[in-house]
């Protein structure tokens, strides 16, 4: 499941304080979830770890920390001082980090490990005029911090430092000023924030650091009005920046923008609030494969949406669909008459079976069989309906499992059981064959008199080339046109679905 935090107190139409989570499908709360606004969450032993600006979880007293076990909250975290903004796991403990000194009525300094007896400082924690730690993460063995602070573990460290486990290093001369994100991205630490610099170079809100130096990527994020980079994360080998910015790489981003390791592009429109592109990201994340932002935009793309919103990159998929048009199949070669386009469309497998995805591909003449690639359908089951220019409407008997990324095949020819209400017509013995019925040249669902009119009217004057009155696939609208349309309209053989 995924779940969203921050500052709401409904999802999707249902009340859900601060935080809620997603099925797939649907929106639902946490219990009575918290009293205040959720700013961090992580994974700990089968919990949720969730941290923020609140004090109760739950109708339970907390302080800035709690846990869900997937049925109720508990507080046997104990709690920190003040707001925590970050939460990760490291050596096996939770790391939290923020804008409290204490915790556990011990000094801490804006960042703390949970071990079995408590809270326990980290090194002396982290210093400066400010010392809130507002991002944590990983490279290599280290943990990583990073913030306002300006000193970690009594030393100089301007808004990021490393932890091994003992004490805390630099990298490098840091970042000129405040960072609020972190990823590990092609080997490389990715840090986002506030910034114009990262160790004396130039660097404009985002930079990566690989274990020696610190570089910029491309000319970075900038805009007129803000350049905040609020999150960062990896989706098929692409790294996402979310914030509040207007251009990525001197290209038009508003708030959203992917760096594929050598430079900046937009995710379409990107997010806006009501006419305003000064509005973006404050979280991203992947569910799936699929990249969710979220934040105070009410836009995405040209969509409109509630501060929440998925962006699907493309994985291909496949279906092999064996099928055959009644009027071209020639039982004499096992062959059609010519090679022709259908449409391949898959719909939800439950009322009201409802369209996800088509495909248009062509049925070769020899073979029967075409190939059909679907972009942004995900794993699971949906039924196959076919489209052909004169043929009914026919569905697949049962929905058929999709794989996202694989392979599928289906046979309409094998069996009239292969459509559903067994809606094929038989056209060879062998092979033992099934076609779609031919003769709805005007695709209203059923062969009838307004059929034959049509193909009749063509057959008057023997009309010729590519044409809908052609159900045999001869390139001529003729007599056998017309007999094969009239023969299934007197037995009214029409499309049937679920």
Not at 43 to 57: E, K, M, P, S, Y
Not at 280 to 301: E, M, P, S
Not at 448 to 466: E, R, S
Not at 467 to 478: A, F, H, K, M
Request: proline letters at 2%; hydrophobic letters at 40%.
């Amino acid at each position: 499941e995924l779940i969203a935090g921050g500052q709401f107190t409904s999802a999707g139409g249902v009340p859900a304080n601060y935080i809620a989570k997603w099925n797939g499908v649907s929106w639902s709360p946490l219990g009575s979830g918290t009293n205040g606004e959720v700013d961090a969450l992580t994974v700990f032993n089968g919990q949720l770890v969730v941290g923020g600006r609140f004090t109760n979880a739950g109708g339970i007293d907390m302080n800035f920390i709690g846990q869900w076990d997937g049925t109720s909250w508990n507080d046997d975290l104990g709690g920190v001082g003040s707001i925590v903004a970050a939460l990760t796991v490291y050596q096996n403990k939770i790391v939290a980090g923020g804008y409290f000194v204490n915790a556990d009525d011990i000094t801490v300094n804006y960042i703390a490990t949970r071990v079995s007896g408590g809270w326990q400082s980290m090194g002396g924690g982290m210093g400066g005029s400010q010392g809130q730690v507002m991002a944590l993460g990983h490279y290599g063995t280290d943990l990583i911090a990073a913030g306002f602070f300006t000193s970690a573990g009594g030393q100089s460290a301007n808004h990021i430092a490393k932890w091994n486990g003992t004490s805390w290093s630099t990298l490098g001369t840091g970042i000129s000023n405040i960072v609020y994100s972190l990823a590990e991205y092609n080997g490389d630490l990715i840090a986002g924030g506030l910034f114009l610099n990262a160790g004396g170079v130039s660097a404009k809100s985002i930079a990566k650091w690989n274990g020696t130096s610190w570089s910029p990527l491309g000319s970075g994020i900038t805009g007129p009005i803000y350049q905040y980079v609020f999150g960062l994360t990896v989706l098929n080998n692409e790294l996402y920046a979310g914030g509040l910015f207007q251009t990525a790489g001197g290209i038009t981003a508003n708030g959203i923008a992917k760096w594929d390791g050598n430079s900046w592009s937009a995710l379409g429109n990107g997010l806006w609030y009501g006419g305003s592109n000064a509005y973006g990201a404050y979280a991203v994340n992947t569910y799936g494969n699929k990249l969710i932002v979220g934040g105070l935009f009410t836009t995405a793309g040209t969509t409109g949406v509630a501060h929440i919103a998925q962006w699907s990159t493309p994985v291909f998929s496949y279906m092999n669909i064996t099928a055959a048009q009644q009027g071209f199949y020639q039982p004499s070669t096992n062959t059609l008459n010519q090679s022709d386009v259908i449409d391949v469309v898959l719909c939800e497998s439950t009322p009201p079976y409802n369209f996800v995805e088509s495909s248009t591909g062509t049925i070769d003449s020899a073979t029967l069989t075409g190939n059909f690639q679907f972009t942004y359908t995900p794993t699971g089951d949906y039924y196959v309906v076919l489209y052909h220019r004169n043929c009914l409407e026919t569905w697949s008997s049962a929905p058929v499992h999709f794989i996202e990324g694989g392979t599928v095949n289906y046979d309409f020819t094998t069996a009239n059981t292969q459509a559903f209400g067994n809606n094929l017509a038989q056209v060879d013995n062998s092979p033992l064959r099934y076609a779609l019925y031919s003769g709805d040249v005007n695709q209203d669902l059923i062969v009838d008199l307004t059929d034959i009119v049509d193909v009749l009217n063509d057959a008057n004057i023997f009309l010729t080339g590519y044409n809908v009155t052609d159900v045999t696939g001869d390139n001529i609208t003729d007599l056998t046109d017309a007999v094969l349309t009239y023969n299934n309209s007197a037995i009214f053989v029409a499309t049937i679905w679920p």
